[in-house]
């Protein structure tokens, strides 16, 4: 907004006879600084008005575009830029990448759960560490030399020494089960097959906080594998093909990433016994995200590409949202 300045005009006037200035009348009669005056707050207050409810106006607009927004939550497609081989027996539960192309892996099923380190260009198991058959292995991260696991149905996870698997630490934690594990490099984040988000002391493996994870306003369910990415907790979701980028901080879901096309084109091409998508991998040094699922014969290295028409109401709900599954505890 342009400023601008009053200039007052001296203008010469007559010489008028003295009188006696009638103090009534002086009262009553504006002067013209008063008039000059009012004019200018007037016209100010004015300016305000208009520019408040402009501001106003632009500010609900955003608000509704926003809660109308497809896009808000972002919503990606992907773009397969590598595949490696991956031995389409490990039920992959939990996935981690640990530098020079290597790999570390959790898998399930009773007495053939295992934790691996997997060399990722041939997907050999370079090491591998057998679990007790009543194990159930799940969620698998790393913080600084220790590798940490959940186990499926139980409250016990176990610590590795991730130079040599061997076990040296068992742990009790405090979520319901033991689903997804992640670090930021500080804290555990774990999932429960819930729809919550657990914050853990890797110290005391107390929970520290919790977030309930919604997307228009229903509960993210089965919330399984958790990777940490640039300040984001991504998130597979059991029974889906779909993986959430969820705000650790408030849960809530900043984005939604569709694999469909994965799965289609593996049982397209005869593998008719793989499971489902689970296993997120990343490598903050190349910015290279992995992925890949139970009993699949492939890891896929991914780009993500942002979907820039709208979405249909209700196509999220549909791919992405499932009831929450129950399990009996033994």
């Not at 001296?10 to 008039?35: G, Q």
Request: aromatic share 12%; with cysteine.
């Amino acid at each position: 907004m342009a400023s601008g300045s009053l200039k007052k005009k001296h203008n010469k006037r007559p010489i008028l006879k003295p009188h006696t200035p009638n103090p009534m009348a002086s009262r009553f009669k504006p002067s013209s600084y008063c008039t000059k005056t009012t004019l200018i707050v007037s016209a100010f207050l004015f300016l305000f008005v208009i520019w408040f409810s402009a501001i106003s106006f632009k500010t609900r607009s955003k608000f509704n575009s926003q809660s109308h927004d497809h896009s808000f939550p972002k919503i990606y497609t992907i773009e397969v830029l590598n595949e490696f081989p991956h031995d389409p027996d490990a039920f992959t539960q939990g996935l981690l990448y640990a530098g020079n192309d290597t790999i570390y892996e959790s898998t399930g099923i009773y007495t053939k759960s295992s934790v691996r380190k997997v060399a990722l260009q041939t997907g050999k198991v370079e090491v591998l560490q057998e679990m007790d058959g009543s194990y159930f292995g799940e969620g698998l991260t790393l913080l600084g030399e220790r590798l940490f696991q959940v186990t499926w149905l139980q409250d016990t996870g176990f610590i590795y020494d991730r130079n040599n698997l061997s076990k040296f630490e068992k742990f009790t934690h405090q979520m319901q089960d033991g689903w997804g594990l992640a670090t930021d490099g500080k804290v555990l984040f774990g999932s429960d097959g819930s729809s919550t988000l657990y914050l853990i002391n890797p110290q005391t493996f107390k929970v520290i906080g919790k977030q309930i994870i919604k997307f228009n306003g229903h509960e993210v369910h089965n919330l399984n594998e958790l990777e940490f990415i640039n300040r984001e907790v991504w998130a597979n979701v059991w029974q889906t093909d779909c993986i959430a980028r969820i705000s650790p901080e408030d849960g809530t879901v900043l984005g939604w990433i569709l694999l469909q096309n994965l799965r289609k084109n593996l049982v397209a091409a005869g593998n008719y016994g793989i499971d489902v998508l689970n296993g997120i991998a990343w490598d903050s040094v190349k910015e290279r995200i992995f992925v890949t699922g139970k009993l699949w014969p492939k890891l896929y290295e991914i780009k993500l590409h942002q979907v820039k028409k709208q979405v249909e109401n209700g196509v999220i709900e549909q791919l992405c949202l499932r009831q929450r599954f129950h399990f009996e505890k033994p």
